[in-house]
């Protein structure tokens, strides 16, 4: 498996001087099996550019696109309108993501409707399909193997995904909050073995909004380590993050796993970065 950023800021984009290097769209990761079959995590602002890149790619036929939800924050689903893909009626686009108060179908609507946004979902002229997933579910998306967490600790219906293909898993979970109550978190059962673990890194300790849904940096090193993954990836940047700051956050978590597990490899995401997942 492979896997490529298009998105890696949290909650809003965030362009300018100051993010060039980590970016500052939001969430979207391109996965990529060893048959090159397309898995998209999160379809935030990202996905308008994964868009150009695909039709640049010389795929000009009918595409196929199957979009994993964790969640339906605007930061997750705001690429899709602009995912040039959307625009062609001979391609199919597969939404798969937690099923809300109401099927997923009938909420990402709502957010397109005309007071809101100029274009209606059902009028896009790619064909559309949902599909609702409830928390524990295993599935299959093509050649991927998919099991959803128990619900995340996220003010709306959430969910992270271990994702199996090439006999290797790979971890996303955004958009979830470090248990305060000491229940166990969902996300250590789902990750444990797992290679890679892309996990929620919004706050440090002295900027985190309890209840807000994210995790500390430190948190997420506690998850890895908990779980036993090989390598984790912090995503799910903070808007207030400068490229500088990003980068002092990743020498300091490097320290922080080393001392705990050394063979913990800790990466910062950022645009335009492709890794290996085997
Ligand atoms: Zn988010
Ligand atoms: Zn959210």
Wanted: net charge negative; hydrophobic share 40%; glycine share 10%.
């Amino acid at each position: 498996m492979r896997i490529r950023f298009w998105g890696t800021r949290g909650s809003i984009p965030t362009p300018g001087p100051s993010t060039v290097r980590y970016g500052g769209n939001t969430a979207c990761i391109e996965v990529r099996d060893a048959t090159g079959t397309l898995l998209v995590l999160d379809a935030g602002t990202g996905l308008r550019e994964l868009g150009l890149h695909l039709l640049r790619d010389g795929r000009n036929g009918a595409l196929e696109v199957e979009v994993l939800l964790s969640h339906l924050h605007w930061d997750h689903i705001q690429g899709l309108p602009f995912f040039r893909p959307v625009a062609d009626a001979r391609n199919t686009i597969r939404l798969h993501g937690p099923h809300q108060s109401r099927p997923i179908e009938e909420i990402l609507g709502v957010g397109m409707d005309e007071a809101f946004f100029p274009v209606n979902l059902d009028t896009l002229p790619a064909h559309f399909e949902f599909h609702d997933l409830q928390p524990g579910a295993t599935t299959r998306i093509g050649p991927y193997g998919v099991r959803s967490s128990a619900p995340l600790f996220h003010p709306a219906p959430a969910l992270a995904y271990r994702v199996e293909a090439d006999g290797v898993s790979l971890v996303y979970a955004t958009d979830t909050e470090d248990p305060l109550s000491g229940k166990p978190n969902p996300v250590v059962d789902l990750a444990r073995g797992a290679h890679t673990l892309l996990h929620d890194a919004q706050y440090l300790p002295e900027d985190y909004k309890q209840g807000w849904g994210h995790s500390t940096v430190p948190s997420a090193i506690d998850v890895a380590v908990a779980a036993g993954v090989r390598r984790l990836v912090l995503t799910h940047h903070d808007p207030d993050r400068s490229d500088e700051a990003l980068d002092r956050i990743g020498d300091e978590a490097r320290r922080a796993a080393r001392s705990r597990n050394p063979d913990l490899e800790v990466i910062v995401a950022r645009e335009g970065l492709e890794l290996p997942v085997a």
